[in-house]
């Protein structure tokens, strides 16, 4: 079984910054994705960012320059630094596993941006 907890989440004002954290635990043996979504009210989920093994790192357009992601993988972690935080950041932030063919995703933590 394979869970992910995810941390960092909170209120920000805007020009601010914060990390949220996503570890995994469980039967691990090798991660291909992982990453960031978030969803606003009344919105799809969306991407934020993503780290794919072997391959790179992806953005959203509305969030380069602004947001890194990162992983340690030692400690099976992804990390996402927001910064320059914007009102239109306000979302609950999902991160996501895909471990072979199959897809895990964290309870979400809620990020608020205010103005």
């Known amino acids: 079984q394979v869970q992910l907890v995810e941390s960092g989440g909170g209120l920000v004002q805007a020009g601010g910054s914060l990390r949220l954290s996503c570890a995994a635990s469980g039967n691990i043996f090798s991660i291909n994705v992982m990453g960031w979504y978030r969803q606003a009210p009344g919105n799809q989920r969306e991407m934020v960012a993503t780290?794919?093994?072997?391959?790179?790192?992806n953005y959203a357009d509305s969030v380069k320059g602004r947001f890194t992601i990162s992983r340690d993988s030692a400690k099976r972690t992804v990390y996402l630094q927001m910064n320059s935080l914007k009102a239109e950041d306000t979302a609950v932030y999902y991160c996501?596993?895909?471990?072979?063919?199959?897809?895990?995703w964290g309870q979400g933590t809620q990020v608020t941006v205010s103005s």
């Open positions: 780290i794919t093994t072997g391959v790179g790192t």
């Open positions: 996501r596993f895909r471990l072979g063919a199959t897809d895990y």
